[in-house]
């Protein structure tokens, strides 16, 4: 099968590394791969951190990538001697006074409730695990199962996996689903996973830029490793995280906006360094590196468009805040549907052209 991809996000790249371990013929099309959202991600696969109130419909799929992430990396590792950048230590939620500590116990009552594993544990404990944590905080559950990604790290990987299954990339961009150059034109099957410019190739699909700031840090050598796991937290109600890399870097973040700014605002600097230092108080020692900002494609109701939308095309996009997380079920889903398969996961929430039925592309 003559598959093209469109879109060289992780998604993209995950899609494209899968279908080629099944033996599909890829090419790859992306004037700049991995430069988008991607590329200003923080990694999270976090299936129970990432749970947000009232989008029950998103848990299932969240937790069903989670489940998936390993073969995707078994598949990336095996055709690549690249590091793929996970790392499995799993995350703390701390929380900075005693109403984020509310926060974090009502919190943990609603992810127990829909299946999730969260372990809590005293300021003694959570501190006894990652010694930079702040003495001064309220409380702190852990969440074995979330493990992260480090994004840059894991797309160079995937997209020399995928070289080397005999992907093609072509480094340009595609503005027309009737582009001659696609294989949907000749017997082949199209697969739109290029985030936000989905919209330029479906006409009335409704994509919002969600804008998320993250911040890099280096830590200096003296205080390597500054922690281990992922430490995520509430202070005053503000979420912040910080996120270790093997390469001796922190990532800090992130805001979540859609005030259309697509570079960081100083005040969302200044809150995150000042949340994120006020529980690993070491984080102030550590050199400056960037901030930088990403657009991640929002939907109306937040879930992913994902499915056949044509007979010669897929749609996958829409991922919102979870892209880095449902890249596996995203990849694996769509090779099914382009091989003729259902899904083992229920994607009937996800319909690709449930905001414009009378809508479509050929």
């Known amino acids: 099968m003559k598959i093209d991809v469109i879109g060289a996000g992780i998604v993209g790249l995950a899609t494209a590394v899968t279908c080629a371990v099944r033996g599909a013929n890829v090419r790859v099309f992306d004037p700049a791969p991995a430069s988008g959202a991607t590329h200003h991600a923080g990694g999270m696969l976090a299936p129970a951190a990432e749970v947000v109130y009232r989008q029950e419909p998103l848990f299932p799929l969240m937790l069903a990538s989670a489940k998936l992430w390993p073969e995707l990396l078994r598949d990336v590792a095996t055709h690549t001697d690249l590091p793929t950048g996970h790392r499995s230590e799993g995350t703390l939620v701390v929380a900075a006074d005693r109403a984020d500590a509310q926060h974090l116990r009502e919190l943990q009552e609603y992810q127990t409730a829909h299946g999730m594993t969260v372990e809590r544990l ?214 099914d549907v382009l091989e003729g398969t259902t899904p083992a996961t229920d994607l009937s929430a996800c319909a690709p052209l449930r905001h414009n039925p009378n809508e479509g592309a050929s």
């Open 122 to 335: 005293t300021l003694r404990q959570a501190r006894g695990l990652e010694p930079a944590l702040s003495p001064a905080l309220a409380g702190a559950v852990s969440l074995p199962g979330d493990h992260h990604v480090a994004p840059r790290v894991f797309a160079t990987a995937a997209r020399d996996a995928a070289l080397n299954l005999g992907v093609e990339f072509v480094p340009r961009a595609v503005d027309s689903l009737h582009d001659p150059e696609l294989a949907c034109q000749d017997g082949g099957q199209v697969v739109i996973a290029n985030g936000l410019g989905a919209s330029a190739l479906v006409p009335g699909l409704q994509l919002r830029p969600v804008y998320g700031d993250i911040l890099r840090v280096r830590v200096p050598e003296r205080q390597f490793p500054l922690c281990e796991r992922v430490i995520r937290g509430f202070v005053e109600d503000r979420p912040v995280y910080v996120i270790p890399r093997a390469d001796g870097t922190v990532a800090i973040g992130a805001t979540s906006r859609e005030d259309g700014r697509p570079t960081p605002r100083l005040g969302d600097v200044h809150d995150l360094l000042r949340d994120a230092i006020r529980l690993v108080p070491g984080l102030e020692d550590c050199d400056f590196l960037e901030a930088t900002t990403g657009a991640r494609p929002g939907t109306p109701d937040d879930l992913p468009y994902l499915g056949r939308m044509s007979p010669t095309a897929v749609l996958s996009t829409g991922y919102f805040r979870h892209g880095i997380l449902l890249a596996a079920l995203a990849a694996r889903a769509t090779a």
